[in-house]
């Protein structure tokens, strides 16, 4: 099974969102029987963040990773910019650790970049990893520039992810800052892989490439997503779902190996980059 390394891990190349999750008590458990579906058929990493229902997504993590031996889950959560200070920054941590009932985070990320400087969250979060309360630290929403001035700090160089916006409609990161993320062998955590909820994700069924290739491999087009956005081996997509269907559904994407053939059909449609583009945030 293919594997991407990350933080000293090996894990699977798909993996578990959790935004808009956690938030209603009547579907709670069905939340619960989503991430449990998803590590139970391989997934390993689980993303979330205290920004996520205001800690309600770490919350249901922490239910949802119970019956499970904390070494075989990659816990990564998030901490707001208004709380990477060396002052709050234990806080936040020391929250998100309490929701999600253990004692460590294997991978702990700045969400985005605000007016605390980056010097100062770099060594709260080398504090905290000297600590043992995180394994690895990273960043999120980050473009060149910044990575640059993170990786430049002292302790910069234990940054060992980025998670940023990347699908089939936004390539913009393959330019320049996926080629620099390469280099320091930095893998990106890619976040609305799919795009299923706008305007565009309504599009993709009717994307006849996309129909044409999905049925050569005999699948639907959004697992043609998923394969896409991991085919260099050095993504992890963590689609969004709180459906266990729609999660196995997920997870099979991870065993599609598109043929350069399917990838130049995709190029024509959606191209790549050719120029410096704008980060693309959220969504």
């Not at 996309?210 to 394969?227: E, P, R, S």
């Not at 190029?267 to 410096?276: A, E, I, L, M, T």
Request: net charge negative; glycine share 6%.
């Amino acid at each position: 099974m293919r594997k991407v390394k990350i933080a000293g891990r090996e894990v699977l190349p798909i993996g578990l969102g959790t935004m808009n999750m956690g938030d209603k008590a009547e579907t709670f458990d069905r939340e619960v029987e989503a991430i449990r579906t998803g590590i139970d058929y391989g997934a390993q990493l689980i993303d979330t963040a205290e920004m996520y229902g205001d800690g309600n997504a770490e919350t249901l993590v922490g239910s949802a990773i119970k019956p499970y031996l904390r070494e075989n889950v990659f816990l990564l959560s998030k901490v707001l910019p208004a709380n990477a200070s060396k002052k709050d920054l234990p806080i936040s941590l020391d929250n998100s650790l309490k929701r999600l009932e253990t004692d460590y985070l294997d991978l702990y990320l700045l969400h985005w970049k605000e007016d605390i400087p980056l010097e100062e969250t770099v060594e709260a979060l080398e504090k905290a990893r000297n600590e043992g309360k995180i394994k690895a630290w990273g960043v999120s929403n980050l473009d060149v520039d910044d990575l640059e001035q993170v990786l430049d700090l002292p302790g910069g160089e234990n940054c060992k992810a980025n998670q940023v916006r990347y699908n089939i409609a936004n390539r913009g990161i393959e330019f320049d800052l996926m080629p620099m993320m390469e280099k320091h062998d930095m893998p990106v955590i890619a976040y609305s892989p799919i795009d299923r909820g706008d305007s565009f994700g309504a599009e993709l069924t009717k994307q006849q490439v996309l129909k044409d290739i999905a049925d050569k491999h005999d699948t639907d087009v959004f697992q043609i997503l998923l394969a896409w956005s991991i085919r260099n081996d050095q993504t992890i997509a963590i689609p969004q779902s709180s459906n266990p269907e729609h999660v196995l559904n997920n997870l099979k994407a991870a065993d599609i190996s598109l043929t350069e053939q399917d990838l130049e059909q995709i190029d024509r449609v959606y191209p790549k980059p050719v120029s410096k583009q704008p980060l693309t945030l959220w969504g």
